[in-house]
Protein backbone atom coordinates (compact mmCIF):
# COMPACT_ATOMS: atom_id res chain seq x y z
CA UNK A 1 0.00 0.00 0.00
CA UNK A 2 1.23 3.48 -0.78
CA UNK A 3 2.35 4.97 2.19
CA UNK A 4 1.98 8.68 0.33
CA UNK A 5 -1.48 10.19 -0.39
CA UNK A 6 -1.89 10.74 -3.98
CA UNK A 7 -3.13 14.24 -3.01
CA UNK A 8 -0.02 15.05 -1.12
CA UNK A 9 2.52 14.16 -4.11
CA UNK A 10 0.62 15.77 -7.07
CA UNK A 11 1.50 18.98 -4.30
CA UNK A 12 5.00 18.03 -4.32
CA UNK A 13 4.81 19.62 -7.97
CA UNK A 14 3.07 22.84 -7.79
CA UNK A 15 4.70 25.67 -9.71
CA UNK A 16 3.43 29.32 -10.71
CA UNK A 17 2.27 28.44 -14.85
CA UNK A 18 1.93 31.63 -15.22
CA UNK A 19 5.40 32.50 -14.46
CA UNK A 20 7.33 34.39 -17.75
CA UNK A 21 8.87 31.91 -19.70
CA UNK A 22 11.34 34.84 -21.12
CA UNK A 23 12.57 32.29 -23.89
CA UNK A 24 15.40 32.50 -25.88
CA UNK A 25 16.25 30.94 -28.80
CA UNK A 26 18.96 30.36 -31.24
CA UNK A 27 18.74 27.59 -34.44
CA UNK A 28 21.83 26.25 -34.71
CA UNK A 29 21.45 23.20 -37.39
CA UNK A 30 19.00 23.21 -40.54
CA UNK A 31 18.48 20.54 -42.68
CA UNK A 32 16.18 20.69 -45.22
CA UNK A 33 13.45 19.62 -42.98
CA UNK A 34 14.40 20.07 -39.53
CA UNK A 35 15.78 22.89 -37.64
CA UNK A 36 17.29 22.38 -34.21
CA UNK A 37 16.99 25.08 -31.86
CA UNK A 38 19.28 26.00 -28.51
CA UNK A 39 16.43 27.38 -26.20
CA UNK A 40 16.68 28.46 -22.39
CA UNK A 41 13.67 29.42 -20.41
CA UNK A 42 12.54 30.35 -16.63
CA UNK A 43 12.44 27.47 -13.99
CA UNK A 44 9.63 28.27 -11.85
CA UNK A 45 12.37 27.30 -8.94
CA UNK A 46 14.99 29.33 -9.89
CA UNK A 47 17.63 29.78 -12.57
CA UNK A 48 17.73 28.57 -16.09
CA UNK A 49 16.07 25.76 -18.27
CA UNK A 50 18.48 24.71 -21.15
CA UNK A 51 17.07 22.67 -23.86
CA UNK A 52 16.86 21.38 -27.16
CA UNK A 53 13.72 21.69 -29.71
CA UNK A 54 13.48 19.80 -32.82
CA UNK A 55 11.12 20.82 -35.24
CA UNK A 56 9.83 20.17 -38.31
CA UNK A 57 10.12 23.01 -40.99
CA UNK A 58 7.09 22.38 -42.73
CA UNK A 59 4.08 24.06 -41.05
CA UNK A 60 0.79 22.06 -39.45
CA UNK A 61 -0.15 20.89 -36.49
CA UNK A 62 2.38 18.13 -34.59
CA UNK A 63 2.79 15.82 -32.12
CA UNK A 64 4.94 17.12 -29.00
CA UNK A 65 7.55 14.75 -27.33
CA UNK A 66 9.10 15.45 -24.15
CA UNK A 67 12.42 13.66 -23.59
CA UNK A 68 14.04 13.08 -20.30
CA UNK A 69 17.89 11.99 -20.13
CA UNK A 70 19.45 9.06 -17.96
CA UNK A 71 20.70 10.53 -14.85
CA UNK A 72 24.54 11.05 -15.83
CA UNK A 73 23.29 12.53 -19.61
CA UNK A 74 22.43 15.56 -20.96
CA UNK A 75 19.81 16.72 -23.76
CA UNK A 76 22.11 15.47 -26.27
CA UNK A 77 21.07 11.80 -25.65
CA UNK A 78 17.74 11.49 -27.81
CA UNK A 79 18.74 13.78 -30.25
CA UNK A 80 19.22 11.70 -33.29
CA UNK A 81 15.76 10.39 -32.19
CA UNK A 82 14.47 13.38 -32.00
CA UNK A 83 15.96 14.70 -35.33
CA UNK A 84 13.51 11.32 -36.65
CA UNK A 85 10.54 12.46 -35.25
CA UNK A 86 10.94 15.16 -36.76
CA UNK A 87 10.19 13.88 -39.96
CA UNK A 88 7.31 12.15 -38.81
CA UNK A 89 5.97 14.94 -37.80
CA UNK A 90 6.62 15.70 -34.11
CA UNK A 91 7.81 18.70 -32.09
CA UNK A 92 10.22 17.57 -29.71
CA UNK A 93 11.95 19.50 -26.67
CA UNK A 94 15.44 17.58 -24.57
CA UNK A 95 16.13 19.57 -21.25
CA UNK A 96 19.09 19.41 -19.41
CA UNK A 97 17.87 18.01 -15.24
CA UNK A 98 19.14 20.68 -13.01
CA UNK A 99 22.50 19.04 -12.33
CA UNK A 100 23.90 18.65 -15.80
CA UNK A 101 23.35 22.57 -16.45
CA UNK A 102 25.63 24.96 -17.21
CA UNK A 103 26.88 27.32 -14.59
CA UNK A 104 25.62 29.44 -12.91
CA UNK A 105 22.51 27.24 -13.32
CA UNK A 106 23.79 24.41 -12.22
CA UNK A 107 23.00 22.58 -9.15
CA UNK A 108 24.98 19.20 -8.59
CA UNK A 109 23.98 16.26 -6.69
CA UNK A 110 25.66 16.05 -3.29
CA UNK A 111 23.82 13.36 -1.78
CA UNK A 112 22.26 15.86 1.02
CA UNK A 113 19.26 14.36 1.29
CA UNK A 114 17.14 17.42 1.79
CA UNK A 115 18.73 19.22 -1.09
CA UNK A 116 18.86 16.70 -2.92
CA UNK A 117 14.94 16.10 -2.88
CA UNK A 118 14.71 19.83 -3.97
CA UNK A 119 16.97 19.19 -7.06
CA UNK A 120 14.71 15.62 -8.05
CA UNK A 121 11.73 18.22 -7.25
CA UNK A 122 12.53 21.08 -10.05
CA UNK A 123 14.07 18.52 -12.65
CA UNK A 124 10.04 17.29 -12.59
CA UNK A 125 8.69 20.65 -12.28
CA UNK A 126 11.11 21.94 -15.04
CA UNK A 127 9.34 19.15 -17.32
CA UNK A 128 6.03 20.21 -16.66
CA UNK A 129 7.31 23.97 -17.71
CA UNK A 130 8.71 22.25 -20.89
CA UNK A 131 5.17 21.09 -21.59
CA UNK A 132 4.05 24.80 -21.09
CA UNK A 133 6.17 25.57 -23.29
CA UNK A 134 5.15 23.10 -25.94
CA UNK A 135 1.66 24.30 -25.42
CA UNK A 136 2.47 27.81 -26.80
CA UNK A 137 3.70 26.54 -30.17
CA UNK A 138 0.66 26.98 -32.93
CA UNK A 139 2.85 23.76 -34.93
CA UNK A 140 1.59 21.49 -31.40
CA UNK A 141 -1.39 19.71 -31.49
CA UNK A 142 -1.80 20.05 -27.21
CA UNK A 143 -4.10 16.83 -27.62
CA UNK A 144 -1.31 14.47 -28.44
CA UNK A 145 1.53 15.22 -26.10
CA UNK A 146 3.93 12.29 -25.63
CA UNK A 147 6.78 11.62 -23.16
CA UNK A 148 9.87 8.98 -23.70
CA UNK A 149 12.77 9.07 -20.66
CA UNK A 150 15.35 6.85 -19.76
CA UNK A 151 16.68 5.69 -16.19
CA UNK A 152 16.07 8.51 -13.89
CA UNK A 153 13.95 9.46 -17.32
CA UNK A 154 12.11 7.07 -16.47
CA UNK A 155 11.62 8.30 -13.20
CA UNK A 156 10.05 11.07 -13.79
CA UNK A 157 8.04 9.77 -16.69
CA UNK A 158 6.20 8.06 -13.89
CA UNK A 159 5.50 10.95 -12.12
CA UNK A 160 4.66 13.17 -15.09
CA UNK A 161 2.36 10.86 -16.21
CA UNK A 162 0.79 10.66 -12.75
CA UNK A 163 0.54 14.12 -12.08
CA UNK A 164 0.15 15.83 -15.47
CA UNK A 165 -2.91 14.81 -17.64
CA UNK A 166 -1.25 16.29 -20.51
CA UNK A 167 0.90 13.67 -20.86
CA UNK A 168 -1.12 11.19 -23.96
CA UNK A 169 1.65 8.44 -23.66
CA UNK A 170 5.00 7.66 -21.94
CA UNK A 171 7.62 5.41 -22.97
CA UNK A 172 9.88 4.64 -19.56
CA UNK A 173 13.01 2.92 -20.82
CA UNK A 174 15.18 1.26 -18.09
CA UNK A 175 13.39 2.40 -15.08
CA UNK A 176 13.47 1.01 -11.65
CA UNK A 177 10.72 1.47 -9.28
CA UNK A 178 12.77 2.99 -6.20
CA UNK A 179 16.15 4.39 -5.52
CA UNK A 180 16.66 1.62 -2.96
CA UNK A 181 16.58 -1.29 -5.47
CA UNK A 182 20.02 -0.21 -7.03
CA UNK A 183 21.52 1.78 -3.87
CA UNK A 184 20.78 -1.65 -1.50
CA UNK A 185 20.36 -4.26 -4.28
CA UNK A 186 23.13 -3.89 -7.09
CA UNK A 187 26.16 -5.78 -7.11
CA UNK A 188 27.37 -3.10 -9.56
CA UNK A 189 30.81 -2.41 -8.40
CA UNK A 190 30.39 1.26 -8.47
CA UNK A 191 27.33 1.29 -6.50
CA UNK A 192 29.02 -1.57 -4.24
CA UNK A 193 31.76 0.83 -3.78
CA UNK A 194 29.49 3.84 -3.22
CA UNK A 195 27.21 1.63 -0.38
CA UNK A 196 30.10 0.69 1.34
CA UNK A 197 32.09 4.02 1.41
CA UNK A 198 28.38 5.38 2.77
CA UNK A 199 28.15 4.84 6.78
CA UNK A 200 24.59 2.77 6.81
CA UNK A 201 22.52 5.09 8.94
CA UNK A 202 23.35 7.92 6.28
CA UNK A 203 22.42 5.47 3.10
CA UNK A 204 19.20 4.87 4.80
CA UNK A 205 18.60 8.53 5.78
CA UNK A 206 19.09 9.35 1.83
CA UNK A 207 16.93 6.72 0.59
CA UNK A 208 14.09 7.38 3.77
CA UNK A 209 14.15 11.34 2.67
CA UNK A 210 14.10 11.00 -1.13
CA UNK A 211 11.83 7.78 -1.55
CA UNK A 212 9.11 10.40 -1.95
CA UNK A 213 10.20 10.75 -5.99
CA UNK A 214 10.05 6.73 -5.69
CA UNK A 215 8.22 5.53 -9.72
CA UNK A 216 6.48 3.13 -7.25
CA UNK A 217 4.23 5.58 -5.49
CA UNK A 218 2.74 6.90 -8.83
CA UNK A 219 2.75 4.33 -11.33
CA UNK A 220 -0.21 2.88 -10.12
CA UNK A 221 -1.99 6.42 -10.80
CA UNK A 222 -1.47 6.96 -14.32
CA UNK A 223 -4.42 5.75 -15.80
CA UNK A 224 -5.97 6.23 -18.50
CA UNK A 225 -2.44 7.02 -20.34
CA UNK A 226 -0.95 4.33 -21.77
CA UNK A 227 2.50 3.35 -20.34
CA UNK A 228 4.76 0.74 -22.63
CA UNK A 229 8.01 -0.11 -20.64
CA UNK A 230 11.35 -1.17 -21.94
CA UNK A 231 13.77 -3.43 -19.79
CA UNK A 232 17.08 -4.73 -20.41
CA UNK A 233 17.90 -8.71 -19.99
CA UNK A 234 21.06 -7.56 -18.86
CA UNK A 235 20.47 -4.17 -17.10
CA UNK A 236 23.48 -4.19 -14.53
CA UNK A 237 22.26 -1.10 -12.26
CA UNK A 238 19.07 -3.68 -10.75
CA UNK A 239 17.31 -6.99 -11.16
CA UNK A 240 14.16 -8.56 -13.21
CA UNK A 241 12.60 -8.67 -10.16
CA UNK A 242 12.71 -4.80 -9.42
CA UNK A 243 11.81 -4.64 -13.52
CA UNK A 244 8.78 -7.05 -13.03
CA UNK A 245 7.69 -5.38 -9.71
CA UNK A 246 7.62 -1.72 -11.69
CA UNK A 247 5.63 -2.89 -14.16
CA UNK A 248 3.16 -4.88 -12.11
CA UNK A 249 2.33 -1.79 -9.79
CA UNK A 250 1.44 0.34 -12.70
CA UNK A 251 -2.11 0.95 -14.07
CA UNK A 252 -3.45 -0.70 -17.12
CA UNK A 253 -3.27 0.18 -20.00
CA UNK A 254 0.14 -0.91 -20.21
CA UNK A 255 2.56 -3.12 -22.36
CA UNK A 256 6.08 -4.62 -21.78
CA UNK A 257 9.32 -5.59 -24.14
CA UNK A 258 12.52 -6.80 -23.11
CA UNK A 259 15.72 -6.51 -25.34
CA UNK A 260 19.01 -8.67 -25.04
CA UNK A 261 21.06 -5.52 -24.12
CA UNK A 262 22.18 -3.45 -21.13
CA UNK A 263 21.39 -0.32 -18.97
CA UNK A 264 21.90 1.47 -22.55
CA UNK A 265 19.15 0.14 -24.16
CA UNK A 266 20.55 0.60 -27.10
CA UNK A 267 19.01 -2.20 -29.47
CA UNK A 268 17.95 -0.89 -32.37
CA UNK A 269 14.37 -2.33 -31.75
CA UNK A 270 14.01 -0.38 -29.06
CA UNK A 271 13.48 2.39 -31.03
CA UNK A 272 11.73 0.71 -33.99
CA UNK A 273 9.16 -0.28 -31.00
CA UNK A 274 9.05 3.23 -29.66
CA UNK A 275 8.51 4.70 -33.04
CA UNK A 276 5.30 2.26 -33.54
CA UNK A 277 4.59 3.07 -30.17
CA UNK A 278 3.77 7.06 -30.57
CA UNK A 279 2.54 6.50 -34.16
CA UNK A 280 -0.17 4.80 -32.31
CA UNK A 281 -0.87 6.72 -29.72
CA UNK A 282 0.30 10.32 -30.81
CA UNK A 283 -0.31 10.25 -34.35
CA UNK A 284 3.13 10.53 -35.77
CA UNK A 285 3.76 9.64 -39.25
CA UNK A 286 5.82 6.02 -39.79
CA UNK A 287 9.35 6.21 -40.50
CA UNK A 288 11.07 4.52 -43.40
CA UNK A 289 14.35 3.82 -41.10
CA UNK A 290 15.46 1.81 -43.90
CA UNK A 291 15.85 4.59 -45.92
CA UNK A 292 17.18 7.07 -42.98
CA UNK A 293 19.67 4.40 -42.71
CA UNK A 294 20.74 4.04 -46.84
CA UNK A 295 20.96 8.24 -46.62
CA UNK A 296 23.07 7.76 -43.73
CA UNK A 297 25.24 5.54 -45.16
CA UNK A 298 26.01 7.80 -48.59
Known amino acids: MNRFSFEHLQSLYDYDSKLSLDLEDVIIEKENDIALHDIEFNSPKGGRVTAFLVTPVEEGKNA ?3 FGHWGYGTRTEFLPEAKLYAKAGAVSILVDYPWVRPSPWRKALSYQPDEDRRIFFQA ?7 IDFLCTLESVDVNRIAYVGHSHGAQWGAILAAIDRRIKTAVLIGGVPAQADIYLESDDPDIVRFRNSMPKENLEKYLETTEVVDAIHYIGNVAPTPILFQFAKYERYFGEKSMRRYFEAASEPKSVKWYSTGHE ?21 PIDFANCLQRRLH
Open 124 to 130: VVDLRRS
Open 265 to 285: LNDIQTLLDRADWLQRHVGIR
Open 64 to 66: GIV
